[in-house]
């Protein structure tokens, strides 16, 4: 890790305050995206000193301070969809530094599918307390279109990922439709911590005005997430077709998809001439409340942020019932539930009245904000992070 140390604010280190420490695949940057990782980073800053050791991709510093959080990013080899995962060749080394430089109290690592991981067993050796962050178990209950792909993760979870959480000190789950699927894997020691959100800022948000200029009065539509399969990104592009031309003067359809895959983005723009196509946005969530409808036709999900945002800021949300999503919202009552499949969607889209609209999106919000109350999440990690023996 190649870090300018100089730089470092010596005042993270001086707080008499506990360090924790972040390991995750990604975090928030314009090709690639954790934010379960972002958003626990976001809030635990407000209690704690918060480093974050992930990948570093081509958009990327090494280093950064991002609203005081400490970001440290790893040179790594990645390998893009389906199996979109990074090697880092360094890993166990780049663990040790972030050790020998700040001495974190706790660990928190999200995801155990990713090689960033395995970091758990290194920190497990050293007697570390650590906790691991799931929003799914893969090949169980988030399946890949790609055969080969899922019966590897599936074998995964149920050899190395089993051992990993077990040998952790708490499994972190981010929603309750993992309690079961935790218990069958023989997971001893595990918690439900919704993935903290500040649903009192979203629901200030504005709509982002070029998209309201763009729309021009019509009924918007929009994807939002990367160009990968297992986003169901071709669904929604098929159905934005098919609504085009049976009503070609009454929807306005955008997506927003990262800088990911630049060149997919590219492809896509000149097929479908219609869709106003967007790269990184860091105002992803006006674009959300700019719209009108927010599609995610989804194959798997772990807890979607975009789902949650769009119930925040008021936009009604069609997604097929992945993940999390029916364990918080009931069909046609805060969102509305599709299939992968583009008639069936198109079918929903058209009998959708405005008075429906309406009484989904303001019970979604309802929801939400008991769900989601970022006081009560932080009291949940404070509790696991102080009272929790190593």
């Known amino acids: 890790m190649n870090s300018n140390k100089d730089s470092f604010d010596q005042t993270f280190l001086s707080k ?9 695949p990604n975090f928030k940057e314009p090709s690639a995206w954790m934010i379960s990782a972002y958003k626990t980073a976001m809030l635990l800053k407000e209690k704690y000193n918060v480093v974050v050791l992930t990948t570093q991709t081509k958009d990327s510093k090494e280093f ?7 970001i440290h990013r790893m040179p790594c080899h990645y390998f893009s969809d389906p199996i979109n995962m990074a090697y880092v060749p360094r890993l166990f080394k780049n663990c040790k530094e972030i050790i020998e430089k700040y001495d974190p109290d706790v660990f928190i690592v999200n995801k155990y599918l ?19 962050q799931t929003d799914t178990f893969i090949g169980m209950i988030w399946f890949h279109p790609n055969w080969i792909v899922n019966f590897l993760t599936k074998t995964y979870t149920k050899t190395i990922g089993k051992i990993m959480f077990n040998k952790v000190d708490k499994v972190i789950l981010l929603h309750d439709g993992l309690i079961e699927h935790a218990k069958k894997l023989g997971i001893k020691r595990f918690e439900v911590i919704y993935t903290p959100q500040d649903i009192g800022e979203m629901i200030k948000t ?17 994807y939002i997430g990367r160009l990968d ?18 009503y070609p003067r009454k929807y306005f359809f955008f997506a927003v998809v990262g800088d990911k895959y630049p060149e997919l983005r590219e492809k896509f723009a000149k097929k479908y001439p219609f869709i106003k196509f967007f790269g990184y946005r ?11 409808i927010v599609m995610q036709p989804s194959y798997a999900e772990g807890l979607h942020n975009v789902i949650v945002e769009a119930m925040a800021v008021g936009t009604l949300v069609l997604s097929t019932p992945t993940g999390a999503l029916p364990y918080f919202a009931k069909n046609m009552k805060e969102a509305v539930f599709i299939e992968i499949n583009s008639d069936d969607i198109v ?44």
Not at 17 to 23: G, P
Not at 206 to 222: E, F, Q, R
Not at 371 to 379: A, N, R, V
């Open 114 to 132: 990713f090689h960033t991981s395995l970091c758990a067993f290194y920190l497990k050796k050293l007697d570390k307390k650590v906790f691991l």
């Open 16 to 24: 008499k305050r506990l360090t924790i420490c972040i390991i995750s």
């Open 282 to 292: 860091k105002d992803a969530i006006n674009c959300i409340k700019a719209a009108d």
């Open 64 to 70: 950064e301070i991002i609203d005081g959080v400490k």
């Open 347 to 390: 079918e929903k889209v058209e009998k959708l009245t405005e008075k429906q609209r309406k009484a989904i999106t303001t019970n979604a919000l309802k929801t939400v904000k008991i769900k989601f109350d970022k006081k009560k999440i932080l009291e949940s990690y404070v509790d696991l992070i102080e009272k929790s023996d190593k």
């Open 206 to 222: 504005t709509p982002a005005k070029d998209i309201i200029n763009l729309k021009k009065g019509k009924i918007s539509i929009t």
């Open 229 to 246: 399969k297992i986003k169901g990104y071709e669904i929604a592009f098929e159905v934005f077709e098919k609504l085009e031309k049976k």
